[in-house]
């Protein structure tokens, strides 16, 4: 029997699932980290926190399924995306990662839109200029700590600065370099134009790979730390999103999913680039040699339900979220919350605005509050739901995945609101079984990423849509997108 490991670096924890040849999982572990907020809007994360993270799980799986080190033939890596990890000559970190929900970057997104042009930087890297991405980072760094980026000799993404850990390869892949906004997405490479005009040498940035193809094996050094073998293959993997879509077999036209993790994500497979124009959406490439994917991304989804937990909440575990909701009537009793605790990217692409909730009074229970966060997060992706709508991408089948999507209340909640079934996998890996899967085709265990999806990617449980609830939920998320138009120009002057 062979084994393989997916290995997802997430932004509050790193989790490692070990996998049997048929996709079943043997043995999974998860080690958590701390996220640092040094100024309003700002959000840093300590490399080396990932490389112990994977470390120590990787060991922590391979002690508890006791297999053969020999028999673990394949990895693949599965990360949040748009980090920035500095590396300088002698491979130390330069400085901490800024990472994915940064907001700092405002300016640096004028310098770049300006430089390249917007219609222009939309048709190389298919989007607009967006402060989470990596590029506007690398400005901010040159801008604000020159002596920072005189030192850098590489640049990785998060789950790439864990790759080089284990491989000591600099290397990265399609799908995670699409969100550095210096890829050109429609043809899958480094675009020498916007490097030049943004000025940034491509001797700094890792080789480019398909997500399935080998970037190298394990080094003498990782294979110590965790009991692998230095045979074991490591494939491009992906970023998170286009690896949970591998993970619950996003990976062919017609097929889509919802992820409430950190961040939310509607994200819809097509064999074709297409981009929206307006920039409200993210198109990349995916997993899939030879093609793209489509996502909306709301910035604050799990993390506004663990901020009022942790905050407002007592720290109640998620088992006593959900018996304290179920009691509350849809629309939270005239309470409506948007989630806007680290700006928002989709649809209005705004740093500035903030959290609120909305219509609060005596009347309103902690229950209340907490059943309105996860309906304005709910809300907040079904205005990414309605933009592929808008361009008319055609979905026939929509999972869940992410932390989020255990919750069944949560799952029908995003039934009723999008009026389509949504499914769980039968298979509790999301991210980390779509990394497995990329590190399985990379050592000939499966011959392609599709084939292996149809086999082993299933379905445990449908949420069927209630139309009564839909109805109710479409007049709601008309005075929600109200919201938004009314405080704009608050947002603006608060930030000033």
């Known amino acids: 029997m062979k084994y393989l490991i997916g290995v997802d670096v997430g932004t509050s924890a790193t989790k490692t699932v070990l996998f049997d040849e048929e996709c079943h999982q043997v043995a999974e572990a998860s ?32 002690a508890k399924s006791r297999v053969d080190k020999e028999d673990v033939v394949g990895m693949g890596l599965s990360g949040q ?11 130390e970190v330069i400085r901490p990662a800024i990472i994915w929900c940064d907001q700092r970057t405002a300016a640096e997104c004028e310098e770049i839109t300006a430089k390249v042009g917007r219609e222009r930087l939309i048709e190389i890297t298919a989007n607009p200029a967006l402060t989470g991405f990596t590029a506007s980072k690398i400005l901010w760094v040159r801008n604000h700590e020159p002596e920072n980026y005189q030192a850098c000799r590489h640049i990785l993404l998060p789950k790439d600065y864990v790759r080089f850990a284990m491989t000591g390869e600099y290397a990265t892949e399609v799908s995670d370099a699409s969100g550095m906004q210096l890829l050109d997405v429609p043809h899958r490479c480094w675009s020498k134009e916007v490097l030049e005009k943004l000025e940034i040498d491509e001797a700094l940035l890792p080789k480019v790979f398909e997500s399935p193809e080998i970037t190298g094996t394990i080094t003498q050094e990782f294979a110590q730390r965790t009991g692998l073998s230095t045979n074991c293959v490591v494939a491009g993997g992906a970023g998170d999103n286009a690896a949970a879509a591998v993970g619950t077999g996003i990976v062919e036209t017609g097929k889509a999913f919802t992820t409430i993790g950190t961040s939310g994500v509607v994200f819809a497979h097509t064999d074709r680039p297409l981009i929206d124009p307006k920039g409200r959406v993210h198109t990349f490439c995916c997993a899939v040699p030879g093609c793209w994917h489509v996502m909306g991304v709301t910035q604050a989804a799990g993390l506004s339900l663990k901020w009022f937990r942790e905050n407002l909440a007592e720290n109640m575990d998620y088992e006593a979220i959900n018996q304290a909701i179920a009691s509350v009537p849809r629309g939270s009793r005239r309470l409506i919350y948007l989630p806007y605790l680290m700006g928002e990217r989709t649809p209005h692409l705004n740093p500035d605005c903030r959290g609120v909730f909305f219509g609060l009074s005596a009347m309103h229970t902690k229950a209340d509050m907490l059943r309105s966060v996860m309906e304005g997060v709910s809300f907040s992706l079904l205005d990414c739901w309605d933009i592929l709508r808008e361009m008319k991408i055609e979905v026939k089948d929509m999972m869940a995945c992410g932390g989020g999507s255990k919750s069944a209340l949560w799952r029908q909640m995003l039934a009723n609101m999008y009026g389509c079934p949504v499914k769980v996998g039968a298979e509790a890996g999301g991210a980390a079984l779509g ?27 449908v949420c069927q849509p209630k139309a009564d609830a839909n109805a109710f939920y479409a007049k709601e998320h008309e005075v929600y997108k109200k919201l938004y138009k009314s405080l704009e120009p608050c947002y603006a002057e608060l930030a000033s």
């Open 81 to 91: 995306m748009h980090g920035l990890v500095m590396l300088n000559e002698a491979n």
């Open 31 to 62: 080690a958590e980290y701390p996220l640092y907020q040094p100024q309003n809007g700002w959000a840093e994360q300590d490399p080396k926190d990932w490389e112990e993270a994977a470390a120590s799980t990787i060991r922590e799986v391979m």
């Open 435 to 461: 990394a497995a899967i990329l590190g399985g085709v990379a050592a000939g265990v499966f011959e392609d990423v599709p084939s292996a999806c149809r086999r082993f990617v299933g379905t445990t449980s």
